[in-house]
């Protein structure tokens, strides 16, 4: 009795024992499915919105429906989030939890669809197809790819050092340069001034020698124009006046057809007397009046045919030997002497132009020459400080013009400014010149600018990610073309994608070390980081 009052005692310690065991293991396991089970297709975050077992209430609380109804394949939410689990609601997403690699979110009308989207198989549980969990195969792969990535970054990121390194020490070389280029530039520009005033002063009497020297051919040209046609008159004159009585009369000019001005055949008496003026008229009044307004219509009764005057021959014509050059005046020969057989002394003394009537007029005097020479030497000496001056503005300008850009918070920019890069697509070929233009190029045709630089254009805290180019050619029908580069960090510089979103408006994608702007640590998994990747 003693032995089975024990063994009754053991057997009921050790139910109790196990009892009890027992029912904390359901217990905890209960707490513990408790934490992680939600149901299907709701994410970690969502949870709490699912765990009252009692009531569920649409998360954009437009309806409160017993638990019972969330997941049952009847859509009662608007927004869907009943049916997290189902492909019930139009607006519904599937969360696949894709343990070992990426959580995501689906379209609810993936769910149970025939085609595997989660890589845990999660959205296709009705056994219609059987899906295979490839999450960690996936995420492996997708932490290598990181891996990689972060590797190129780093690098990327060494060689952006060198940027700044060479960015600092150029701009500083450069800035030293501009300096010391304008402190040269006033150097030069006070020279400048100097010979353009030695210039000024040597030109004025040079002007005036040679202003003097036309004048008096003018002069003797117009005196001989005077002569000449006085001797012209009196020949006419003396052929027309055809009864030698002095005076030229009404009848003599009628004997002239020229003067028939109504062509009728005859010259009239009143023609005559428009010719004349008066009815008899002396040679004096002759010559002076009428001769100046008929000498283009006058016809001499026998006109002969004179050999031409030297003023009428075509200078190029005559050559030095020929018959015409032989007649010419002593003095004149050397007018009309071929350059290259001038002496070495009057090189550059450019031979003398002829007027319209053939006539050249004399060379210059030694005087004159003496002048013209010393302006030519100031006007030298001038062209060749000028020719200084504007190189070296040129420099300065060039100078001021890269310092003047935002190279980058610490001039890792400067690398890639005055080199252009250029992205060929089916179409066009884009051409890309930091901080100066962007434009683009057909196989055939022009090329036609997509903008010019405008400035930085990223987000707060990311301003070095996007560069405006605006201004280019105008669009047919509409705006003029601008550019937006978006930049990205890589090892190369490199333009990787071009488009055009909206007309004219173009996007290029361009890869730089410039943007690789920090080191990452392989082993920290921040997707903030990877994002900026
Ligand atoms: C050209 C190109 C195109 C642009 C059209 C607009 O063909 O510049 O990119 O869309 O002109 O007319």
């Not at 089975?4 to 027992?22: E, P, T």
């Not at 150029?170 to 530039?185: F, P, S, Y």
């Not at 009848?251 to 005859?266: K, P, R, S, T, Y």
């Not at 960090?489 to 488009?499: D, R």
Request: hydrophobic content about 25%; aromatic content about 10%; charged content about 40%.
């Amino acid at each position: 009795m003693a032995v089975s009052g024990f063994a009754f005692v053991q057997i009921s310690r050790f139910f109790r024992f196990h009892v009890l065991f027992s029912v904390c293991f359901i217990f905890i396991g209960a707490v513990l499915s408790q934490q992680v089970q939600r149901p299907r297709g709701v994410s970690l975050s969502n949870k709490p919105f699912y765990e009252n077992k009692e009531t569920f209430t649409c998360l954009d609380g437009s309806l409160k429906i017993p638990f019972s109804l969330v997941n049952d394949d009847y859509c009662d939410c608007k927004d869907g989030t009943d049916e997290p689990g189902t492909a019930a609601c139009p607006r519904g997403r599937f969360h696949c939890t894709n343990a070992g690699h990426k959580p995501m979110y689906i379209p609810s009308s993936r769910v149970n669809d025939g085609i595997c989207d989660c890589c845990d198989a999660s959205d296709e549980y009705d056994g219609k197809v059987s899906c295979e969990n490839n999450c960690k195969e996936l995420g492996r792969e997708e932490r290598e790819r990181r891996q990689r990535e972060i590797e190129s970054f780093n690098q990327g990121f060494i060689i952006r050092q060198e940027y700044v390194k060479e960015g600092k020490d150029k701009l500083e070389e450069k800035k030293k340069q501009l300096e010391e280029l304008r402190e040269e530039r006033k150097t030069i520009e006070a020279l400048k001034e100097e010979k353009k005033a030695a210039k000024e002063a040597a030109e004025a009497p040079e002007k005036e020698a040679k202003d003097r020297h036309r004048e008096a051919w003018e002069k003797v040209k117009e005196e001989n124009r005077q002569v000449k046609q006085r001797e012209e008159a009196l020949l006419a004159f003396q052929e027309l006046d055809t009864n030698n009585d002095n005076v030229v009369s009404a009848d003599e000019i009628q004997a002239h057809l020229e003067f028939d001005g109504d062509n009728n055949g005859e010259v009239s008496y009143e023609e005559a007397l428009e010719v004349l003026i008066d009815d008899d008229v002396s040679l004096d009044l002759f010559a002076k009046e009428v001769w100046p307004q008929i000498k283009d219509k006058y016809k001499p009764m026998q006109q002969v045919e004179e050999p031409p005057t030297p003023t009428e021959i075509d200078i190029e014509d005559v050559a030095p030997g020929d018959e015409e050059y032989e007649d010419y005046p002593e003095e004149d020969e050397e007018a009309y002497t071929d350059d290259d057989e001038d002496d070495d002394d009057d090189e550059d003394v450019p031979p003398p132009k002829q007027d319209k009537d053939g006539d050249a007029m004399p060379p210059y005097d030694d005087n004159i020459q003496t002048l013209i020479d010393a302006a030519n030497k100031a006007r030298e000496e001038f062209i060749e400080v000028d020719d200084r001056y504007k190189k070296m503005n040129d420099q300065v300008n060039e100078l001021e013009k890269i310092l003047g850009y935002d190279l980058g918070r610490e001039g890792e920019f400067y690398t890639i400014q005055g080199q252009c890069f250029e992205y060929q697509d089916k179409e066009y070929t884009y051409k890309f010149c930091p901080f100066e233009k962007v434009s683009q190029k057909p196989k055939v045709g022009r090329e036609t600018s997509l903008g010019t630089w405008k400035g930085w254009e990223g987000p707060d805290g990311r301003k070095y990610s996007r560069m405006k180019y605006g201004g280019g050619e105008k669009c047919w029908n509409g705006p003029d073309r601008s550019t937006e580069v978006i930049l990205m960090c890589g090892l190369e510089n490199k333009v990787t994608k071009a488009s055009e979103p909206n007309r004219c408006e173009y996007e290029l994608e361009f890869t730089t070390p410039a943007l690789c702007n920090k080191m990452i640590d392989p082993n920290s998994d921040n997707t903030d980081k990877h994002d900026e990747l």
